[in-house]
C-alpha cells in the first residue's frame, strides 16, 4: 500500500483521489445540517480548472525561472479581453477571435520574456518576481485602455457574460444552469493538464525546458539554448493565462478592473505551492479543491471573507506536510530566491580619513535637516500623509531584516501592522493605557505574531513562506482587523485613538509633531536595524541566508537565527501598525489591504533589499509616487508604478541603493586616489563591471559559462539554480 | 563564543537605563489621550471644545461662540459660556441654553418693520423648491452674531463641496444611464445652486461662500480641459472611492477641518471615513446616504444627511415585511422560485456589502433580521439568511454568480438588496441566467428606486421587484428641484441629469442656516431642524423632517412601488419605472396598513 501511495507513477493520482475523498466527507460532516448541493460542488470545480489555468502558469514560469510571477493572470488578461471586445465591439466570430487572443498572448509571452525576463537572467530572483509585479500592474494599464483602443470605452463592458455558439448547449445539474460553456472550460483544463505533460515529457523543447529548471547552467554547458527555451516557457505561460481568461468570459463575464488583484491571486498560488511547484495535474487538482472549498465556504457562512481566512491554515499544513518531499534542485531553488545584491560598508582603509568622515557626518546632517524640514515644503495634506509613508519606511526596516538579511520573504509584512493597530486601538480606546505602553505592548503581539507565521519556515522558505505571508496579511484585513470577530478590540465610530500630550507636555496633535514623532521611530528603527546587522545575531541571520549547511558547520542556531529575525521584524511592523492607528486616530479593516504589503516589498527592492538606506530610498520613491504629482490620477499611478517598476529594475537590477553605494564608491575612489590610499575592495570592483559587461554582451552559450565560473570567483550573486554547483 | 554576563551587562546597560528612565515617566507623567466617547460629541457640540479636545483645531471657537451669543441673548450666552468651559458636562448646559435662543434671536433686530415679501401664503419661504423652510422676515440688518462658529463671520458662511473622485468603470455603467455627470456639468451645476440658495433662503446678512480646495483638491481648475469654461471653486477629491483609501480621506478631511475650515461640508458621496473624521473634528458635514443611524448619533450634532439612515429603511421593510407578507406564500416570484422547496412561506435572502469586513451595512441588516425574526413579525417570524459581498467592481461577476448559487441552494424566495447601485447589474444578470427569478423586495435604499438607475437591471429579474421606497414620484426633470435651482440662477436648459442629488444638499443646507437663525452654529443648527415642521408627504414629496434625540436624516416616509419594465417613467418618458400604490401615497413608520402588497394590480407587469 505504501508503495502505491508513494510511487511516481501511482503516488500522486491515489494522493489527489484520497484528498478529494478527505475533502468532500471534511466538508460533508461539516455542513451536515445545511448541506451544499452539487451544483455548488460543480460550479466550485468550475471556478478551480480556472484558479488551475493561472496555476499551471505560475508553477511554468517557476520552473522555468524560480520565480512567482505576480502577472500571470494579467499577461492573459490583456489578450482575452481583447478576444472578448472584438466579439462584442466588432462582432468577430467567436474562433476568430479566439485565435487572435491567442496570438496576442503569444506575442506578450514573448516580448515579456525577451525585453524583461532575459535581462534579469542574473538577478536575484527577489528582484525578477518584484519586476512582475510591476509588469502586472502596467500590463492593467493597458488593460485599462484597451477598451478605448479597440474603439469603443467603458461602457461596451458589459457585465453580462456574452452568447457563444456553446450556449445552445443547456443542462441543469443539482439546480445550477450550465451550458456549453461549462464544458468547454473542463475539457480545456484536462487538455491543458494532458498537452503540457506530453509537452514536458515527450518533447525536445520540454525536456530541455525541465533540464533548464534544474540548473541552468549545467543545462547551458549542455548545449541547451537556455533563453530560448525560457522564451517557449513564458509563451506557453501567456497561452495558458488567455485561455483561461477567454473561456471564463462567457461563463463569468469579462473582467471590469484594471487588474485582476492580489485575493484573486492567492488562490492559483496556493494550488501552485500545494503541488510543490511542479506538478501539473496536483496543481489543477489543487485549483479544482480551492475552487471547491471557496464556494462550499461561502455556502456555508454566506461570508466572501471566510474562505480568505481559511487559506493560511490551509498553506502553513501544506507547508509543513511537504518538507523532505523536495528535490535537491528545488531545494537550490529556494535558497537562491532571495539571493540580493549585499552592499559593503566603507571599507576600513578609508573609514577612518578625515574627508570620509567630515563627508558622512555632513551627509547624514543633511539627510536628517531634510527628513525634519520636508513638511515645511509641504501643503498640509502631503505632511498628514508623509507621517503614514515614514510608517511604510518602518515596515520596509522591518522587512530589511527579514527579507534582505534572513532572506525570508515576507509579501505580508503589513499584515503585521494590522496586529499591532487592532491591539493599539483595544488599549488605547478601550483601556486608555499609556501610549508607550500601547507601542510595546502591541509591538510584542507583532512579534509573537510573526514567531508564529515563522515557526513552519524552520522547516521550508522561500516562495512557500512567501504565499503563506500573504495569506497571512489577507486574513488580519478580513479577521483580525474586524469588529464582528473582535468587537472588544476595535474602536467604534465614536471612539478615537486619541493622540496623546506626551509626558503630559508635548504635543503631537498636528501633523508635523506626528510626523516628526514618527520619524523619530524611524531613526530608532534603522538605529536597531544597524546594530542588530552589526551584531553576532545579524552575522548569523546573513550567513544562515547565504549557506545554511555551512552556517550550521559553524556552530550559528539557523533556527534561532531566522525566528530571532521574525520576532524582530514583527516588532517593529507592529510597532509602526501602532503608530499607523494613532495617526489615524481609529482603526478600520480598509486601511489593512494586503496590496500595501506588495507596495511596500516593492519599495524595498526598488531600494535595494538588503541596504537600509536603501529601503529609505525606496520610501522616498513610493512617497512620490502615491502622494506626489500623480496623485488623483489612477491610470497614471498604475503605469508609473508598473511599468516604472520594471524599468528602473531593468537599469538598476540592485535598485536605487545602487546608484547611492555607486556614487559613494566613485568618491572614495577618488580619496583613495588623492591620498594614495590602496584599498583592494575598491579596485576589485572594476574587474567585476568588465566581467559582467562581457557576460550580458556574448549570447554564446560556452562563454556565458564561462563568464558564469568567472564571477563565481568575485563573489557576484550566483544566478538561479546554480547554488548546488 | 559564549559572552558572559559582565560583558552583556556593558553592551546593554544604555539600553537598560533608557528602558529604567521611560518606565520611570510611564509611571509618573503617563501619555494618555482625553477620554472620547459616545455622546461627548453632543456634548460639547455649542463651544465645540468638548469635541475637540483631543485635536485642538477648533478648541478657539468655544471662546468665540460664548461671546457673541452674549451680544444676542442672555441664554445664548450660558450656552457659549458653558461651551466655553470645555467639559462634556459644560455642553450639556449649552444645549438647553441654545434652544431658547436660536430662532427667536434670529427674529429680535426686525420685529418692528418686517419685510414678509419672501413668504409664501402658506408660510414658507418663496423659492425653487418645495421643501423651502418657514419663512423668515428678510434680514434687516444689525448685529447676526458674527463669527458664530467655524467659517461664520458676519457677512460669509464657507461651505466646502466635496466632489468625490470617480470611477471610470462604475461611470461606464451609469452612462448607460446618462447618470455619469463631467466636470464641466457637475462643475456649472453646482455654481447655480449656490446663486440659487444665496438667492432665496435667509442668511442673515451673511453669504453661502464655496471654498476652493488646496493644490490638487483645487476644484475651479484641477479637471482643467474636462471643465474649459467654469471656475467655481469646489474641492475635489483626489482619494480612490474602490477601492477606498481611509488615510487619504481622512487626510483631505483634515485639510477641510483644518485648512479651510468651513461652517458646512457637503460630501454627497465619500467612504464612511471622510465623515467620521470631519464630524470628529467638529465639522458639520451632510452626506453618507443610508448610513446607519448609529454614525450620525455617534457625532451629533455633526453628522446630517439628506436621505433616510439605514436604520429608518431597515425599520420601514420590517414593518412593510411583517404587516404583509410575514408568514404568506410566495406570490409574486417567478415560477421558478414559486415551486422551490416544499415551505410555503417566504425565506428572505439579505444582500449587503461588507468590504473586507467593513460594518457600516451590517448593522443596518442585523437590526432588519432582528426584526422579521421575532421582533416585528412576532411569533409568525420567516426564515432569513443574510449574504455579504465585497464592494469590489474587479470580482463582481465572479462574486455574483457565487452569491446566486448560495440564494438558490439556500432556496431563497424573497432577496432584499441593500446594496450600493451598481451590484444589482451583476446580481440581476447573473440570476436570470441561473433561471433564478426571486422576489426582489426593494428597501428603497442607494437609490436603487431610481427609474433611471433601476434599467440597468436584468429585466427578467427586476420585474418582481416591489415594497417600500424612500423617493417619492417623480417630477419630469425639467420641473424637478435641479431644474428649477438652474433656471433660477439665471441659466437657460437644463442641468445634468444626476443634479437632483447635489441640490438636495444644497437645500439642506441652506434651510439648516435659516432655521438656525443668525447665531448660526452647530448647536442652533441642531435646535433649529429638530424645531422645523415637517415638509412633504406628498406623492411627489417625500416628508423630511428631523427629530430629537437622533434623527439627522431627512427623509422620513416611504411608497409602495413595483417595477413595470413597459411604464414610461415621468422622469424622461422611457418605458421601464417604477409604479405606485395608491397613486404615490406616502407612508410613516407605524402607519403600514395590514393585508397584502397592493403591487402588480390584475398582474400587469409582471
Known amino acids: 500500500m505504501r508503495r502505491v501511495w508513494t510511487a511516481p507513477r501511482t ?42 489555468f493561472v496555476a499551471l502558469g505560475l508553477i511554468l514560469v517557476y520552473r522555468a525561472n524560480r520565480i512567482i510571477n505576480f502577472a500571470q493572470a494579467e499577461m492573459g488578461a490583456v489578450a482575452g479581453v481583447l478576444g472578448a471586445l472584438l466579439i462584442k465591439l466588432h462582432h468577430v466570430p467567436y474562433p476568430v477571435a479566439f485565435v487572435v487572443a491567442i496570438a496576442v498572448a503569444v506575442v506578450i509571452g514573448a516580448v515579456v520574456e525577451v525585453v524583461v525576463v532575459r535581462r534579469f537572467y542574473r538577478a536575484p530572483r527577489l528582484i525578477l518576481s518584484v519586476a512582475t509585479i510591476g509588469l502586472a500592474l502596467g500590463l492593467g494599464a493597458i488593460q485599462f485602455y484597451l477598451p478605448k483602443w479597440v474603439g469603443g470605452d467603458y461602457s461596451v463592458i458589459d457585465p453580462t457574460p456574452p452568447r457563444t455558439w456553446f450556449n445552445r448547449f443547456e443542462f441543469v445539474f443539482s439546480g445550477f444552469h450550465f451550458n456549453g460553456n461549462h464544458i468547454v472550460i473542463v475539457v480545456a483544463g484536462a487538455f491543458v493538464v494532458v498537452a503540457l505533460f ?3 515529457r515527450y518533447t525536445d523543447v520540454g525536456i530541455a525546458a525541465r533540464a533548464s529548471a534544474e540548473n541552468a547552467d549545467r543545462a547551458a554547458l549542455l548545449g541547451i539554448p537556455v533563453k530560448r527555451v525560457s522564451t517557449v516557457v513564458w509563451i506557453v505561460a501567456a497561452v495558458l493565462s488567455a485561455l483561461g481568461i477567454f473561456l471564463r468570459i462567457p461563463v463569468i463575464g469579462l473582467p471590469a478592473g484594471a487588474d485582476i488583484g492580489l485575493t484573486v491571486l492567492l488562490y492559483p498560488l496556493a494550488a501552485a505551492v500545494i503541488a510543490r511547484m511542479e506538478s501539473f495535474a496536483v496543481a489543477m487538482g489543487a485549483g479544482i479543491a480551492i475552487g471547491v472549498l471557496e464556494q462550499t465556504l461561502y455556502f456555508f457562512s454566506r461570508d466572501p471573507l471566510v474562505p480568505f481566512a481559511v487559506m493560511l491554515p490551509i498553506l502553513l499544513g501544506a507547508m509543513l506536510a511537504q518538507r523532505g518531499k523536495l528535490s535537491r534542485g528545488q531545494d537550490s531553488g529556494l535558497s537562491t530566491w532571495s539571493l540580493a545584491r549585499e552592499f559593503r560598508p566603507i571599507p576600513p582603509e578609508l573609514r577612518d580619513v578625515d574627508v570620509v568622515q567630515w563627508a558622512r557626518f555632513l551627509a547624514g546632517l543633511a539627510v536628517l535637516a531634510a527628513a525634519i524640514f520636508l513638511p515645511f515644503a509641504m501643503d498640509l495634506k502631503q505632511q498628514i500623509l508623509a507621517s503614514v509613508i515614514v510608517l511604510y519606511g518602518i515596515v520596509g526596516v522591518s522587512l530589511v531584516i527579514l527579507t534582505g538579511w534572513a532572506g525570508q520573504i515576507s509579501l505580508g509584512q503589513w499584515g503585521f501592522a494590522g496586529v499591532g493597530a487592532v491591539v493599539t486601538g483595544g488599549l488605547a480606546a478601550h483601556l486608555h493605557v499609556d501610549f508607550f505602553v500601547t507601542l510595546v505592548v502591541a509591538g510584542v503581539a507583532g512579534a509573537l505574531a510573526a514567531v508564529v507565521i515563522g515557526l513552519p519556515a524552520l522547516r521550508i522558505q522561500g516562495l512557500y513562506l512567501a504565499v503563506t505571508t500573504l495569506a497571512f496579511a489577507v486574513t488580519v484585513q478580513v479577521y483580525v482587523v ?8 476595535m474602536p467604534n465610530s465614536a471612539q478615537n485613538v486619541v493622540r496623546p500630550t506626551l509626558y503630559g507636555r508635548i504635543s503631537i496633535d498636528d501633523p508635523r509633531s506626528y510626523y516628526w514623532l514618527c520619524l523619530l521611530f524611524l531613526a530608532l528603527a534603522l538605529a536597531s536595524a544597524r546594530a542588530l546587522r552589526n551584531s553576532r545575531t545579524g552575522r548569523a541571520l546573513v550567513a544562515s541566508r547565504d549557506n545554511e549547511r555551512g552556517a550550521q558547520g559553524y556552530g550559528v542556531s539557523v533556527s534561532r537565527a531566522r525566528l530571532t529575525a521574525f520576532a524582530i521584524s514583527g516588532f517593529w511592523a507592529a510597532l509602526a501598525g501602532a503608530l499607523f492607528a494613532y495617526h489615524q486616530q481609529t482603526v478600520e479593516s480598509l486601511s489593512f489591504d494586503p496590496q500595501i504589503s506588495l507596495l511596500i516589498l516593492t519599495m524595498v527592492v526598488i531600494g535595494g533589499v538588503t541596504s537600509l538606506p536603501g529601503a529609505m530610498l525606496g520610501t522616498v520613491w513610493l512617497g512620490f509616487l502615491k502622494y506626489g504629482p500623480l496623485e488623483g490620477s489612477p491610470t497614471g499611478q498604475l503605469l508609473a508604478s508598473g511599468f516604472g517598476v520594471t524599468i528602473l529594475l531593468l537599469a538598476l537590477p540592485g535598485g536605487l541603493a545602487q546608484v547611492f553605494y555607486g556614487a559613494r564608491d566613485s568618491l572614495l575612489r577618488t580619496v583613495a586616489d588623492r591620498r594614495g590610499i590602496h584599498v583592494p575592495s575598491l579596485v576589485a570592483d572594476s574587474r567585476e563591471e568588465r566581467i559582467e559587461v562581457a557576460a550580458a554582451a556574448d549570447t554564446d552559450v560556452l562563454t556565458t559559462a564561462a563568464a558564469s565560473v568567472e564571477e563565481s570567483d568575485t563573489l557576484v550573486p550566483a544566478p538561479a539554480g546554480t547554488a548546488t554547483r | 563564543m559564549a559572552t558572559t554576563p559582565g560583558a552583556l551587562g556593558r553592551r546593554y546597560a544604555p ?63 450660558t450656552a457659549g459660556g458653558a461651551g466655553g468651559s470645555g467639559g462634556a458636562g459644560g455642553g450639556g448646559t449649552a444645549a438647553a441654553g441654545a434652544t431658547a435662543g436660536t430662532v427667536d434671536g434670529g427674529a429680535a433686530p426686525s420685529a418692528g418693520a418686517e419685510d ?82 444665496n438667492k432665496n433662503y435667509e442668511m442673515y446678512g451673511r453669504k453661502a461662500v464655496s471654498l476652493d480646495g488646496p493644490g490638487k483638491n483645487k476644484g475651479s481648475t484641477v479637471n482643467g480641459s474636462d471643465q474649459p469654461n467654469c471656475k467655481f471653486p469646489y474641492f475635489q477629491g483626489q482619494c ?55 454614525y450620525h448619533a455617534d457625532l451629533a450634532p455633526y453628522y446630517w444627511d439628506v436621505f433616510m439612515d439605514g436604520k429608518r429603511v431597515m425599520s420601514h421593510l420590517a414593518e412593510y415585511y411583517c404587516k404583509k407578507l410575514v408568514g404568506k406564500p410566495v406570490t409574486y416570484a417567478g415560477a421558478d422560485v414559486r415551486g422551490i422547496g416544499t415551505a410555503p412561506k417566504r425565506k428572505v435572502g439579505v444582500i449587503y456589502p461588507s468590504t473586507a469586513g467593513d460594518p457600516t451595512y451590517k448593522l443596518s ?26 464592494s469590489n467592481i474587479n470580482t463582481a461577476q465572479q462574486q455574483a454568480t457565487t452569491t446566486v448559487l448560495a440564494l438558490k441552494n439556500d432556496k431563497i424566495t424573497t432577496v432584499v438588496c441593500f446594496c450600493d447601485p451598481i451590484a444589482p447589474v451583476f446580481l440581476t444578470n447573473t440570476m436570470d441566467a441561473q433561471a433564478y427569478h426571486p422576489e426582489e423586495l426593494t428597501a428603497g435604499s442607494f437609490l436603487m428606486d431610481y427609474d433611471k438607475l433601476a434599467r440597468l437591471y436584468n429585466p427578467n429579474v427586476w420585474k418582481y421587484a416591489f415594497g417600500p421606497s424612500t423617493l417619492q414620484i417623480q417630477l419630469p426633470f425639467d420641473q424637478s428641484d435641479a431644474a428649477r435651482a438652474w433656471r433660477d440662477a439665471g441659466n437657460t436648459g437644463l442641468p445634468d441629469k444626476t443634479e437632483n442629488l447635489n441640490v438636495a444638499y444644497y437645500n439642506l443646507m441652506a434651510s439648516m442656516i435659516q432655521n438656525a437663525g443668525p447665531t448660526l452654529n452647530p448647536r442652533t443648527i441642531q435646535q433649529g431642524m429638530f424645531n422645523a415642521q415637517g415638509i412633504g408627504g406628498q406623492p411627489n414629496y417625500p416628508k423630511i423632517q428631523f427629530r430629537a434625540p437622533s434623527d439627522y436624516t431627512g427623509i422620513d416616509d ?46 400587469t407587469c409582471i
Open chain 1, 11 to 52: 503516488g500522486p493520482p491515489v494522493q489527489a483521489v484520497t484528498a478529494a475523498v478527505v475533502l468532500y466527507v471534511a466538508l460533508h460532516v461539516l455542513m451536515r445540517h445545511h448541506q451544499p448541493t452539487g451544483g455548488v460542488y460543480a460550479f466550485g470545480a468550475l471556478v478551480g480548472v480556472l484558479y488551475g
Open chain 1, 198 to 200: 506530453a509537452f514536458f
Open chain 1, 482 to 489: 474586524n469588529a464582528r470577530y473582535f468587537p472588544s478590540l
Open chain 2, 15 to 77: 539600553f537598560l537605563v533608557l528602558a529604567a528612565v521611560q518606565v520611570l515617566l510611564v509611571a509618573i507623567v503617563p501619555s494618555k489621550g482625553t477620554r472620547v466617547q459616545t455622546g461627548d460629541y453632543a456634548a460639547g457640540a455649542s463651544g465645540q471644545s468638548g469635541v475637540v479636545s483631543g485635536n485642538g483645531p477648533t478648541s478657539s471657537d468655544a471662546g468665540v461662540v460664548g461671546t457673541t451669543d452674549a451680544g444676542a441673548g442672555g441664554p445664548v450666552g
Open chain 2, 116 to 197: 414678509r415679501s419672501r413668504c409664501a401664503k402658506n408660510g414658507q419661504q418663496i423659492g425653487p423648491t418645495y421643501y423651502m423652510p418657514a419663512c423668515r422676515p428678510r434680514w434687516a440688518g444689525g448685529d447676526n452674531g458674527g463669527s458664530t462658529m467655524t467659517g461664520v463671520d458676519a457677512t460669509s458662511i464657507k461651505y466646502v463641496f466635496y466632489r468625490a473622485q470617480g470611477n471610470a468603470q462604475v461611470n461606464a455603467i451609469l452612462a448607460r444611464q446618462d447618470l455619469a455627470a463631467s466636470a464641466e456639468q457637475f462643475c456649472e451645476a453646482v455654481r447655480a445652486f449656490d446663486k440659487s440658495i
Open chain 2, 240 to 294: 480612490s472611492l474602490t477601492p477606498p483609501d481611509p488615510p487619504c480621506e481622512r487626510a483631505e478631511a483634515q485639510v477641510i477641518a483644518t485648512q479651510l475650515k468651513p461652517a458646512f461640508v457637503l460630501a454627497p458621496v465619500a467612504d464612511p471615513a471622510l465623515y467620521n473624521e470631519l464630524g470628529k473634528r467638529g465639522i458639520v458635514v451632510i452626506g453618507g446616504q443610508n448610513f446607519p443611524e448609529q
Open chain 2, 365 to 390: 441588516v442585523d437590526f432588519f433580521v432582528a426584526q422579521i425574526t421575532g421582533g416585528m413579525c412576532g411569533s409568525k417570524a420567516d426564515g432569513v439568511k443574510t449574504y455579504s459581498y465585497e
Open chain 2, 558 to 603: 416611504d411608497r409602495e412601488t413595483y417595477w413595470c419594465a413597459t411604464r414610461p417613467s415621468e422622469i424622461d418618458g422611457q418605458a421601464g419605472s417604477y409604479a405606485s400604490v395608491d397613486n404615490g401615497k406616502r407612508t410613516d413608520l407605524g402607519q403600514w396598513t395590514p393585508g397584502d402588497p397592493r403591487v402588480f394590480p390584475n398582474g
